[in-house]
């Protein structure tokens, strides 16, 4: 089916344009509010559509020229078609759309906006090695298929791993495919350079750059790890760990929550990981504890902390959403993943009520459904930040500070 004309009415939560064929709702990726289209269809239900853009018969004042040779073609950044500023303006009043309407929360503190480069800014990413008789080559997947799309650059990639896309195809070459498998992963602190592999290393030839480990983070070349700076404590981590993409603007969030947390008092940090958010934490806290599923990611925290002579500061090993330990503290800081917090952690706020809540969120989905539940037990949103990790895209993560209500006799 071809939609012949389709004025784009808004955008929805995924960032695909929408407009209506009739009573039927057609998502168009790749547009504008206001822009008049074409499209072909590719997903048809009784209720909506899903089409491929064909033609732009009116453009956006607001629509620019991808800057990546690899857009649409590539899934990765989904808006590099809108200005950067209209990215920040969207994503905030989607969050705030999501909020009132669908999560029912009557009044919201202004909503603060913490956002870095626009371009450059991705510190690790997850590339599929696509094997031919020339060797190996980096590839991204498609944004419709998922099939492997060959890249020659990735504009938003920190510089020091864009330079080395030449080198690190090099590399795999050598090694061969059973050796590196068909997916790698890369990381770099602005220096060095980390390389997780997926295949069954042997004999490795040398990789000059940093640590190349296995997906279960055992370091293979005697490389010392990465590090990076969260305030003023140093995290090692290699291409194996779950680290922010874009460490740049991890540090100002940071900064953010710093400022926002009060002092001097004990916190617990949940989903705690390689202590991003625990350890330099930890300079404004009596004690810290740190909870994370990961034993390896423990371990690795427990190191980190004694690397900074933070004797306050302590982590232990729970699956959080299966059973929650007592969160007896002052301070609760939660970094969960997609799934959000979930009833276990949900259940143990009610419980102990810690005076302030910091809610790290990169779902905004879970963000709707879980907020209401805190504000019934009596906490009040003090401020609220959208976190613009991931630029040129429609994701939308967020920082949240609540207060429990004092009680009025």
Request: hydrophobic share 45%; charged share 20%; net charge neutral.
């Amino acid at each position: 089916m071809k939609f012949s004309s389709l004025r784009i009415e808004g955008l929805a939560l995924n960032g695909e344009g929408f407009a209506h064929a009739g009573r039927r709702k057609v998502f168009v990726a790749g547009t504008l509010a206001g822009e008049l289209v074409s499209a072909d269809a590719v997903e048809l239900k009784s209720k909506f559509s899903r089409a491929k853009l064909q033609e732009i018969l009116e453009a956006s004042e607001l629509r620019v020229a991808p800057k990546c040779q690899h857009v649409p073609a590539c899934g990765g950044c989904r808006w590099q078609h809108i200005q950067y500023d209209e990215q920040l303006a969207l994503k905030q009043a989607q969050l705030e759309k999501q909020l009132t309407q669908f999560a029912k929360l009557a009044t919201l503190p202004a909503i603060e906006v913490l956002a870095g480069d626009a371009f450059a800014y991705r510190n690790r990413a997850r590339m599929l090695v696509e094997w031919s008789d020339t060797g190996a080559h980096l590839a991204m997947r498609t944004a419709a298929s998922r099939s492997p799309v060959r890249i020659r650059q990735c504009d938003i990639l920190h510089p020091t791993l864009q330079a080395e896309f030449n080198e690190i195809e090099a590399w795999c070459t050598d090694n061969g495919a059973e050796q590196i498998g068909k997916e790698i992963r890369l990381a770099t602190d602005g220096q060095g350079i980390s390389i997780a592999i997926s295949g069954r290393a042997k004999q490795l030839s040398q990789w000059p750059h940093g640590p190349v480990v296995n997906l279960n983070g055992d370091i293979l070349n005697n490389a010392p790890p990465l590090s990076y700076q969260s305030a003023d404590a140093q995290l090692h981590f290699t291409a194996a760990d779950f680290t922010q993409a874009n460490l740049a603007l991890n540090q100002r969030v940071i900064d953010w929550l710093l400022r926002a947390l009060p002092q001097n008092n004990t916190v617990i940090d949940l989903f705690a990981g390689l202590g991003n958010l625990t350890l330099p934490l930890a300079s404004i806290s009596q004690q810290i504890t740190g909870y994370e599923v990961v034993e390896s990611m423990v371990a690795r925290a427990a190191q980190n902390a004694s690397l900074n002579a933070l004797t306050q500061c302590q982590f232990k090993a729970a699956n959080l959403y299966d059973q929650c330990p007592s969160l007896a503290c002052d301070v609760l800081v939660a970094d969960p993943p997609r799934a959000g917090l979930g009833n276990a952690v949900i259940q143990q706020i009610a419980a102990y009520q810690p005076s302030t809540v910091a809610y790290m969120s990169c779902s905004i989905e879970s963000l709707v459904r879980e907020l209401p539940r805190l504000c019934a037990m009596g906490y009040h949103i003090e401020r609220l930040a959208l976190i613009d990790f991931f630029a040129q895209s429609p994701e939308i993560e967020t920082i949240t500070i609540l207060r429990s209500q004092p009680t009025t006799a």
